[in-house]
């Protein structure tokens, strides 16, 4: 299985809205609505940020959003804040009950 | 609360067996829908991965690591143990292990990860 794809880097001025895709096939990110996300800082742990497409867990601001549409998976951060400046990494579940991670994006707010 | 910690060793030599153990609390690998899942992530690169032991003892590897791994659960220590056959430097990375909750299709719980380096 192929890592799925994300664009290496985005960038967006505080207050406006980033979108990141993550594109996979029919076999993980289109077979399901199995999508995560994570938001990751330097030298620490990822942290669940989106699962099943469009849920956030407790305490993650609706500042984060997601969508799904056919084999592309977006996450969408509005009113971009300086802390928001992370990686952010997709994952679906697939077909044979396997994970699959994206390349990873590097958000950097201006 | 549930807590996640990884050890093992930070130094390994090619060709040799890496043993990660994730220790938890907070949760019992018996209950039903959990899982522990284990990721890496090499310096400066994305994170990749690698296994799942659900509470049944369903075990998923990844297809390319298959061959090279195996996890384990012991219900009664609350760990979970990786292990990797026949390292190379290319293994060198920080080792995730992380909760799968009932009814999220995703890890939300993270340990704080673990360094090693593969190193002739």
């Known amino acids: 299985q192929s890592a799925l794809t994300q664009p290496a880097s985005v960038s967006g001025s505080p207050g406006q809205s980033i979108t990141i895709s993550c594109t996979g096939t029919?076999?993980?990110?289109?077979?399901?609505?199995?999508v995560s996300w994570y938001q990751q800082y330097p030298g620490k742990a990822p942290k669940l940020i989106l699962y099943?497409?469009?849920y956030r867990p407790s305490g993650v601001p609706d500042r984060f959003s997601g969508s799904q549409s056919g084999n592309t998976a977006s996450l969408t951060i509005s009113g971009l804040q300086a802390e928001d400046e992370a990686d952010y990494y997709c994952?679906?579940?697939?077909?044979?009950?396997?994970?699959?991670f994206g390349g990873g994006t590097k958000l950097t707010v201006l | 609360q549930i807590t996640l910690k990884e050890s093992g060793p930070t130094l390994v030599k090619p060709t040799q067996t890496l043993t990660l153990t994730c220790t938890f609390s907070?949760?019992?690998?018996?209950?039903?829908?959990?899982?522990v899942g284990w990721v890496r992530q090499p310096p400066g690169k994305a994170l990749e991965w690698l296994a799942l032991?659900?509470?049944?003892?369903?075990?998923r590897y990844s297809p390319s690591l298959k061959s090279r791994l195996s996890v384990t659960g012991d219900t009664s220590k609350n760990q979970v143990v990786l292990r990797m056959t026949n390292v190379d430097p290319g293994d060198t990375a920080t080792y995730f292990c992380?909760?799968?909750?009932?009814?999220?299709?995703?890890?939300?719980?993270w340990g704080q990860g673990t360094a090693v380096t593969v190193y002739s």
């Open positions: 029919s076999s993980d990110v289109g077979a399901y609505n199995f």
């Open positions: 907070g949760f019992s690998l018996t209950s039903s829908g959990l899982g």
């Open positions: 994952c679906s579940f697939t077909t044979s009950g396997t994970l699959v």
């Open positions: 099943d497409v469009i």
């Open positions: 992380a909760h799968k909750r009932w009814g999220y299709d995703a890890f939300d719980i």
């Open positions: 032991i659900y509470w049944d003892d369903d075990k």
